[in-house]
């Protein structure tokens, strides 16, 4: 038996680490969404016998760094797959599930030549992406602005007339601000009747001045 199989667990690490060797093998000749798949999994394999050596729950640290980078070197193919697509490999096994979904969404077309493990990554975060993007407001139109400003007088006028069926008035002359007094005019009337009643204030202001200068 050699060094390399001494290594293995179980006859399912074996199997794992062969489909494994062979998949790198054939990806020479062209890319596989399940050759790549083959490699997920048995450098999940590796990833996971090194955090148990290393004694953490998590990949990370030196320790750990240190025990996969070992195992790893047992197989002289692992060396040929640069560190950024072994990355995806694994996180591609992680995630097979929603991949799975996501391809079966692809066309034909476009899910051969999604083979790769960063290609595949992309694809999941870009459809992440779009999925996350809050829904555009519609603008709004003209006729919807004018509509919305008229249910709002509406519902100020309503506000207003039981103010007054309350108290018997709708605003207090004496103590309402001017701007709150002309709002519940303007809602009460129409646009012409707001026009008169500015021409008579204009014209009764005027009549005040002439009384007082007079007066003087």
Known sequence: MSDTQENFDS??????????????????RGQSWDDWNK???FLNIGRNKAMMRAGTNEPIGARYIKAFSEWMAQYAWIGEIDKATRTH???????GDELARLR?????????????????????????????????EKKETRAQKVERELEAM???????????????????????????????????????????ILKALTAERDRLKAVKKQAG
């Open 154 to 196: 509406s519902a100020e006028r309503d506000k207003w007339k039981r103010e007054a069926e309350k108290d018997g008035s709708l605003f207090d002359l004496k103590q309402d601000p001017a701007p709150l007094i002309a709002k519940v005019i303007v809602a009460h009337v129409t646009p012409y009747k707001v026009g008169e």
């Open 104 to 136: 079966e969404n692809m066309g034909l077309t476009q899910r051969m030549m999604c083979n790769h493990p960063t290609t595949m990554r992309r694809k999941w975060d870009k459809a992440n992406k779009e999925t996350d993007k809050p829904t555009a």
């Open 39 to 41: 490699i997920g999994v």
């Open 89 to 95: 490999a694994m996180w591609c096994v992680d995630h």
């Open 11 to 28: 006859e399912f690490e074996a199997v794992k680490a062969q489909e494994a060797a062979d998949a790198a093998d054939r990806l020479k």
